[in-house]
């Protein structure tokens, strides 16, 4: 007896799903197998990119060190020729300041014996004394001497005479014009001063280091002393200068002095 349509229709249906089964048990059982050997993959190669990593760092480090080493030398080679350079030059004589250097005493005399500035007269006992008369009406009578050390003069003395004070209120008539005439008798002075030291003082330098607007400041200042308690002294390269004021003979005197260092 045959089976019904309905019987044969069911067991069809239930061997297509129990084939359906197996080909997806299958499909994951192949799934699983693979995703279970990739540990083992990953765990077989780590030791040689492991091992790879520390000479790769290896090879950097080395080109590194090599690189500085190149480096430093070429730095080291720069500095040497930079320091044998140093050490082989030398300072030209024109970079080295100059100092005062006093002028042969024939140069010195000759300078005053010929000089259109002032009137000089040599002192016929002391061959170093000069007396120098300078501007007219009122003219001033300057006191010069030097000394010289090993053929050059070391030193230079003006002596600039002041009046004595008189008073403009005395019954005296000639007293009263006395006084009236020493403002006179100042700025005549002073005028010498401001005009001879630029003269003089430089021409004691042979090697023309001492410039003459430093002199003119020392020039000014020595005019503006007024009693013996003034002062003026200064230092340059190789020479010093003082200007005070002192009592001579019973007379007031302006000195400079200027000396050379030898």
Not at 229 to 236: G, H, I, N, T
Request: aromatic share 8%; hydrophobic share 40%.
């Amino acid at each position: 007896m045959k089976e019904s349509l309905p019987k044969q229709f069911l067991k069809k249906q239930l061997l297509n799903i129990v084939f359906l089964a197996l080909i997806v048990g299958g499909a994951l059982t192949v799934y699983f197998l693979a995703r279970a050997e990739q540990p083992d993959k990953k765990l077989n190669t780590s030791p040689a990119i492991a091992a790879a990593a520390p000479t790769a760092e290896a090879s950097f480090s080395q080109a590194n060190e090599a690189a500085a080493s190149g480096n430093e030398d070429s730095v080291s080679g720069d500095a040497s020729a930079t320091g044998g350079d140093t050490a082989t030059a030398s300072p030209s004589p024109s970079a080295e300041s100059k100092r005062v250097v006093g002028v042969p005493e024939s140069v010195f005399a000759t300078h005053l014996a010929t000089s259109e500035l002032f009137d000089a007269k040599r002192s016929a006992t002391d061959p170093c004394s000069w007396t120098l008369t300078y501007g007219e009406q009122p003219s001033m009578e300057v006191g010069l001497q030097y000394t010289v050390d090993d053929g050059a003069v070391s030193s230079l003395e003006l002596s600039f005479l002041l009046p004595p004070e008189y008073n403009a209120k005395s019954e005296s008539t000639i007293e009263q014009y006395l006084a009236k005439s020493v403002g006179k008798f100042t700025a005549a002075r002073e005028e010498a001063v401001r005009s001879l030291l630029p003269d003089l003082l430089p021409a004691c330098d042979q090697n023309d280091a001492l410039t003459r607007a430093s002199v003119r400041i020392w020039a000014e200042e020595m005019t503006q002393i007024s009693s013996k308690k003034d002062d003026v002294r200064d230092k340059a390269d190789g020479c010093t200068f003082y200007a005070y004021q002192v009592q001579r003979e019973e007379s007031d005197v302006l000195v400079c002095l200027f000396v050379l260092e030898q």
